[in-house]
């Protein structure tokens, strides 16, 4: 039977008490444990005339959905915290984001804002939302089309997505197309000079880019009466990248040349999941499963010279990588009594890379021959199993408690121009206490023993021939470790909006970074480092200022990080981790209109690289800004016209050589700034 709603303002809040996940009229439904939630209906999200639920769950205040693959482990440690209709999505790559943006507005009953706690889903804490669909049998679709211009390149006019969904009785669908072409451009001056700082040459260079991704992706779900839920998602997708360097070089006292760089990839992939579950004795048991699998070949052509025909030189990098993963799980999970759930999870997972990489070279004009690359020929392959006990239970009514402890063990081997076979085994869990201080304010604690995965082209060699840099391949690197205590805070200020803020302490053990190798650098194990992060989702409604129908939402992150350097001694930041990144967006909905207006603020910094012998930058400043108008009745279709990078961002990198290696003296410098322009789009989207 329908749940009982108090309506308060612009959203509503449940006081519910049935304990973890149960079965009423067909639907499944996440019960919770004597805990307020907060519950949004599709009118509250009717101002920004939505096409999917996806654009419902980006308009909740204080609310920014995690990616279900950020590069996590399996599924026993996902990240996601999106469930529809009390479930989670079986993929990664095709996530719960993806399954969001297939589902009508139509068909969303009521989106419930709760604590991960109160699920009985291992791994989940902090704010999460629960999409609640009818589950009826009409045929619904939306449809978007968006152009582009940019500076310095054709126009695309082939951004396309559509989307369909229908049921009949039990069985219900999903299907999506989807063209996301990239189109980037820059331009300008590089300055290259020695370690006193004179000029030692100039290049005049013009980048671009033009990339062009097709995915088509969709699900089955089956629910009959008997309490059973099954569920089949599949993803396809073609990837085409070229990039594209002219630069004109000036050196110092010497002849005008030219160097000319190509990039290209062709990449497919495929991603299959499913699950199942169903009641087995006093509890539910549920199979998971998934298999994906990606092909990507590479290839990298440089080449240089002068206009005399001096100095004439050329390299080719071809690399074809092939990955997989599969993934089978299983959990148990019973209510022993009211607030009180137990769950039993296997999982086991096999992961590869398989690379096949060649160099070839060309001096004076001559033909290009093999030149030995190390480690760059190679298969890595994982095998893990692990397994996790979680109990969850209420221990007042407003506070709650969800604790899991386990362990994994994996096999990491390596073939081909390195042979290693290694086995290691790691205890992991997590603790997780939730206040309901009040009405408007929750508090979650979260310490955690997280496992990380590693990233397998760390185990091969690769070679950068635009900027000169090689990274060699590491058969030794280990997973890092980490001891993570989160602290969150969740205050509904009720008609004024509502702001999600986390603190992030972390001890890492075993940290991925760049060390030396032999007479080079590449990844490997640094072996303790620190992180302190701060990260929030805030929304504040304007109404009550006078400037009604209006909303200030803002997403950001800072982090510290901290680790010894390996060829220094010295303390520093980790590789290129991020410093902060924000983003604020102002939007009007004007009363008693169909027009909206807004304006967004983005923008990010990280730290420096570190390599053997140089210390590299990438930017973009300043922070990139733009500004649309958007009318949402044009013949039943809503029409966005953008207008972006109002600031004049610019792509920005320095890098600073030394000799023999960081330790030494600065023998070279090079800087530069570019320029993009300005870039206009056009958007029409609607629902059938």
Known sequence: MPLPRILSGSFTVLLLASPSVAWADGEVVLAAIETNRTEFVPADFAQYSPVTALDMVSRIPGFAIQSDDSGNRGFGQARGNVLIDGQRVSSKSNGAE????????????????????????????????????????????????????RENLPPSFDELNLTLSGADGALSWTFEADSS?????????????????????????????V?????????????????????????????????????????????????????????????????????????????????RYEHSPFSDYFSQGNLDGTNAFEQRFLQTVDEGEQILRSEYALSTGKGRDWQVSIEGAFNFLEAETSLLEA?????????????????????????????????????????SAGAEYSELSQTGDAENKRAFTRPKGQASLSWQQSDTLKLVTKVERRVGQLDFFD?????????????GGNPEIVPNQSW???????????????????????????????????????????????????????????????????????????????VEDPLTGTQRSINYHTIYDYSVE?????????????????????????????????????????????????????????????FNQRDKTWRAVYAPDRNGTLVRSEKFARGFGPIVTFELKGTF
Request: charged share 25%.
């Open 586 to 646: 102002l939007r009007q909905d004007i009363p008693g209109t169909d027009w909206a207006w807004g304006a967004e603020i983005e923008g990010y910094k990280s730290e420096p690289g570190y390599q053997l012998n140089q210390v590299s930058l990438n930017s973009n400043e300043p922070a990139f800004a733009l500004a649309y108008v958007q009318n949402k009745d044009v013949a039943g279709m809503t029409a966005t016209f953008t207008l972006g990078n109002l």
């Open 459 to 471: 185990f091969i060699s690769s070679v950068n021939i635009e900027q000169d840099i090689g990274s």
């Open 363 to 403: 001096a004076g004009g001559g033909p290009l021959t093999e030149v030995p690359l190390d480690l760059s020929n190679s298969r890595v392959e994982e095998r893990r199993a692990e397994m996790i006990f979680t109990h969850g239970r209420q221990l007042t009514p407003k506070l709650s408690l969800q604790v």
């Open 98 to 149: 993806a399954a969001l943006g297939r589902i009508a507005p139509a068909r969303v009953v009521r989106i419930e804002v709760l604590d991960g706690n109160q699920t009985d889903i291992p791994g989940l804490s902090g704010m999460v939302v629960n999409v609640v669909t009818d589950g009826k049998g009409t045929l619904d679709g939306s449809w978007r089309w968006k152009s582009r211009i």
């Open 211 to 291: 990339e062009d991704n097709v995915t088509l992706s969709g699900s089955l779900a089956w629910k009959p009466v008997s309490g059973t839920v099954a569920n089949l998602t599949a993803s396809a997708a073609s990837s085409e990248f070229n990039q594209k360097q002219i630069s004109k070089t000036f050196p110092a006292g010497g002849p005008e040349g030219r160097r000319f760089f190509f990039s290209s990839e062709d990449e497919w992939n495929g991603e299959l999941g499913g699950d199942i579950e169903f009641d087995a004795g006093p509890g539910r048991l549920k199979f998971i499963g998934l298999s």
């Open 181 to 209: 072409p990239g189109r980037g451009a820059n331009a300008g001056w590089r300055d290259i000079r020695d370690g006193a700082g004179a000029i030692i040459e100039r290049r005049d260079e013009d980048m671009t880019i």
């Open 484 to 562: 993570r205590l989160n602290l969150e805070a969740q205050k509904d200020f009720k008609a004024w909006g509502a702001t999600t803020t986390r603190l992030i302490f972390v001890e890492l053990e075993d940290v991925v970074d760049e060390v030396p190798i032999g007479t080079g650098s590449g990844p490997g194990n640094i072996d303790t480092g620190s992180l302190f992060g701060i990260e929030t989702e805030s929304t504040l409604k304007l109404s009550k200022l006078g400037f009604t129908g209006a909303e200030l939402t803002f997403n950001g992150s800072y982090y510290d990080t901290e």
